[in-house]
């Protein structure tokens, strides 16, 4: 298996494909042709992510960080759980290729994340 086979050059729509889902870890491709996050969306995930940059470029802004985080071959992130983002740009002129790792929060970081949430509540 190979994580750059039968990866088309171009697609109307962003491409992810599930390579491992075991004990509460998700291993995903996803393969962008220029697409972002829509205006006013953020990601806003119960579960951290590990992003690897494999090909191309991209740009993620982070909600608390005042500059975008500028992405490009090899270049890799931890996108804590509860952190709001969204991707601001992917490659424009060809594809860009990333391993994303979802996995599961510690404990604490689970419960700390819960009494932040009651808060706003609050």
Known sequence: MNLFEEIPENAPEELI?????????????????GQR???????????????LLLEGSASLRLEKEKDPVELGPGDYLNIPAGCRHRVEKTAENGRTVWLTVFYPPSPKASADAFQAMADKLA
């Open 17 to 33: 494909t599930e390579l491992l889902l075991a004990d509460g870890v998700r291993i995903e491709q996803i393969v962008s042709f």
């Open 37 to 51: 996050s829509p205006d006013g969306f953020w990601y806003d995930q119960a579960e951290n992510e590990w992003i």
